[in-house]
C-alpha cells in the first residue's frame, strides 16, 4: 500500500510542480487579449502583444479601437475578423474597409455610437481567427465581419508551412494557453532575426501546385476551421457578414513559373485589348488559379464561404460585383490589398448586405481620399515588399536594404513634408501618431487646412481621448463642407457630444444634403438643449429645405426671440 501511495505521489509530483510554476509566472505577467486604457477606467483596447503567440520575431500591428468594459445596449459594436487586407495594410488601419463601414453607419444614424474593433492582423490564417474567436464572443458585439482567406497557405500555420496538420495545431495552440509553455517555447525557438518581408519569411513551399495535397490541405483548413468560427457565432446569436474575396487579377501576372498559368495570363492580356473583357477575365481567373504561389486565394475559397454562410446563419457579401472588371492596379496596391479606393469599395459590399438591418436613404457623399501622410506611409510600405519575394528573386538581404535605402532616401528629399515624416514613421524612428501631429502642425502653418483635417482625422483614430485634439478638429472641420469634414465631426461627437460639436455635425450635414441625418441630429439637440439659438436656426433652415414652410417660420421666429434673450 505504501508502495503505492509513494508511486502515485512521483507521478503527481511533477504535474503539481508545473501548475505551481505556471501560478507563479502567471502572477507575475502574461498576455492577456485585452488591457486596460491608461487613464480611462471604463475602457479597454486588445493587446498588442497578444498575436507574438503566433509569431517567432514579426508581431502583426492591431488596430487601437478602445471600447467600453461594460456594453450598453445602446452602443452598436462590431468586430472584424481578417488578415492584413482587414487590418488596412498598406494604410494605417483608420484607413481600411472596417473604418469606412463604420464612418457610413455612423452617417447614417448620427446620433449612435458605433464601435468598431478591427481584429485583422498581417498573415493570420483561419487556425488564429479560430483561437481567438472565444475571446470575440466575450466581447459581446452585435454584429461580426470576416473577411479572410488569403492567408490559408503562407500565413501562420498555414498549409504551406512546416506544421500542415489540423489536429497537431489545434493542440498546439491549447498548450499555447500555457504561459510557461510559451516562456518554454521562446527559449528553446528563439525569435528569427530577419529584415526581409513577411511574405518573404512566411514562404516555406513556395511551389504549391492546384489540387496537390498542400492546396487541398489549405482548402480544408479554411472550411473547417470558417465552420467552427461561423457555428460559435451563430450560436451566440451574433448577426455575422462573410465577404467574398478579391484580388489583383488584370494588374497581377502570375507570382510564380507555370506554363498553364503564363498561357493564360497572356491569352488574358490579347482578349483584354480585343475588347472581350469577359474571355479576358475567364483567362485572368484561371492564370490566378494555377499559380504556384499562392498569395491570392483560389476560387474555392469562395464556395467554401457561400456554401457555409447558408449552413451557418450567416450573410454572405458580394464583394466580387463590387470590383467586377476592374480587378485591377487602379484597385488594388499590389496583388491583393486594396487601395484606399478599393477598401471604400469593400466596404459599401458590407453596407450593402446589411441594408435590411440599415435604414440608408442618405446620400453617399464619398471616401475622403487618405492624408498624405497616410499615403506616403503606404507608398513606402509597399515599395519595400515589391523589393522581396515574390516580386524580385536573385536578391541578397542586404541588396533589398541597400535598395529600399535609396527609396526612403528619394522620399527624404522630395521637399515633401509628409514624404519626410513617412519615412520616419515607417523606420521605427518616430511613432505614426506624432508623425501625424507634425505633419497636421506644417499643414496649419502653410494655411492647407484640406490636410490639417485629413492628418487630424488621422489622429482621432490614434489618440481619441484628446479633448484638446476634439477642439481643434471641430474648430477646422467647422469651416468646411466635404465628407472629410463630416467623418471628422462624427469621431468628435462619439467622444465629445456636446451642444456645440453635435450643432457643428448639424449644420455640416445640412450643407451636404444630408438631409434625414440632419434632422435626426436637430432633433437629438433639441430633446436635451430645446432653446439653442443655433439648433433653432438650423432647424429653420431644415424644414425649408425639406418643404415644411410653416413650421420652420415657427423655428426662425423661436430663434429670433432666444437670440434677443441672449444679448
Request: charged content about 20%; cysteine-free.
Amino acid at each position: 500500500m505504501r508502495t503505492a501511495v509513494f508511486k502515485v505521489l512521483a507521478i503527481l509530483l511533477p504535474l503539481v510542480l508545473l501548475v505551481v510554476a505556471e501560478g507563479v509566472v502567471r502572477f507575475f505577467g502574461t498576455d492577456p487579449f485585452v488591457i486596460p486604457v491608461p487613464g480611462e477606467p471604463e475602457y479597454q483596447t486588445v493587446n498588442p502583444a497578444y498575436a507574438s503567440r503566433y509569431f517567432r520575431g514579426f508581431v502583426p500591428q492591431v488596430a487601437y479601437n478602445p471600447f467600453l468594459k461594460e456594453k450598453p445596449d445602446s452602443i452598436l459594436r462590431i468586430v472584424t475578423l481578417g488578415g492584413s487586407s482587414t487590418a488596412g495594410y498598406p494604410y494605417p488601419f483608420n484607413s481600411g474597409f472596417p473604418e469606412r463601414v463604420a464612418a457610413r453607419l455612423r452617417s447614417i444614424e448620427p446620433t449612435r455610437q458605433v464601435e468598431m474593433i478591427n481584429l485583422g492582423m498581417t498573415a493570420l490564417s483561419s487556425h488564429v481567427l479560430r483561437d481567438i474567436t472565444p475571446h470575440v464572443l466575450q466581447m459581446k458585439p452585435d454584429i461580426v465581419l470576416i473577411y479572410a482567406g488569403h492567408n490559408e497557405y503562407y500565413g501562420a500555420y498555414g498549409a504551406g508551412g512546416p506544421n500542415r496538420s489540423r489536429i497537431l495545431t489545434r493542440t498546439l495552440f491549447w498548450f499555447k494557453k500555457s504561459v510557461l509553455f510559451r516562456r518554454f517555447e521562446r527559449i528553446i525557438s528563439p525569435p528569427n532575426e530577419s529584415n526581409r518581408t513577411m511574405m518573404a519569411q512566411s514562404t516555406t513551399d513556395v511551389a504549391i501546385t492546384r489540387d496537390g495535397p498542400v492546396y487541398d490541405a489549405g482548402i480544408e483548413n479554411f472550411e473547417k476551421n470558417l465552420a467552427a468560427i461561423l457555428r460559435s457565432l451563430d450560436r451566440a446569436g451574433i448577426q455575422t457578414y462573410v465577404g467574398t474575396l478579391v484580388s489583383n487579377l488584370r494588374g497581377q501576372p502570375p507570382l510564380g513559373v507555370d506554363s498553364t498559368a503564363a498561357e493564360a495570363w497572356e491569352h488574358g492580356q490579347e482578349s483584354w485589348v480585343l475588347g472581350d473583357s469577359t474571355a479576358a477575365m475567364e483567362a485572368f481567373v484561371e492564370a490566378k488559379e494555377y499559380d504556384p504561389i499562392r498569395f491570392r486565394a483560389p476560387e474555392v475559397m469562395n464556395q467554401v464561404i457561400h456554401r457555409l454562410a447558408l449552413d451557418h446563419g450567416a450573410i454572405q457579401v458580394d464583394t466580387e460585383s463590387f470590383f467586377a472588371n476592374q480587378v485591377n492596379d487602379s484597385l488594388f496596391t499590389d496583388h491583393l490589398h486594396p487601395t484606399a479606393f478599393g477598401y471604400d469599395l469593400v466596404a459599401k459590399a458590407f453596407i450593402r448586405a446589411m441594408e435590411e438591418n440599415v435604414n440608408d436613404d442618405s446620400p453617399d457623399l464619398g471616401a475622403p481620399d487618405p492624408s498624405s501622410l497616410d499615403a506616403a506611409y503606404a507608398r513606402l510600405l509597399i515599395a519595400r515588399l515589391r523589393l522581396g519575394f515574390p516580386f524580385r528573386e536573385g536578391l541578397t538581404e542586404e541588396e533589398e536594404m541597400r535598395q529600399f535605402d535609396q527609396i526612403l532616401e528619394i522620399h527624404r528629399e522630395s521637399g515633401s513634408s509628409a514624404d519626410s515624416l513617412a519615412t520616419l514613421a515607417v523606420t521605427i524612428q518616430l511613432p505614426i501618431y506624432e508623425a501625424l501631429l507634425e505633419a497636421k502642425t506644417h499643414n496649419l502653418t502653410t494655411l492647407d487646412t484640406a490636410q490639417a483635417l485629413a492628418h487630424t482625422r488621422s489622429l482621432l483614430y490614434w489618440q481619441p481621448f484628446n479633448e484638446r485634439l476634439h477642439v481643434q478638429a471641430a474648430e477646422l472641420a467647422s469651416r468646411q463642407s466635404s465628407n472629410l469634414a463630416g467623418e471628422v465631426m462624427q469621431l468628435v461627437v462619439a467622444r465629445q457630444p456636446s451642444e456645440i460639436n453635435l450643432n457643428i455635425l448639424a449644420a455640416l450635414r445640412l450643407r451636404q444634403g444630408a438631409f434625414r441625418a440632419a434632422g435626426i441630429l436637430l432633433h437629438h439637440i433639441e430633446s436635451s438643449y430645446p432653446e439653442s439659438p443655433v439648433m433653432l436656426y438650423n432647424m429653420a433652415r431644415y424644414l425649408v429645405q425639406t418643404g415644411d414652410t410653416l413650421n420652420a417660420e415657427v423655428y426662425f421666429r423661436r430663434y429670433q426671440r432666444a437670440a434677443q434673450s441672449g444679448r
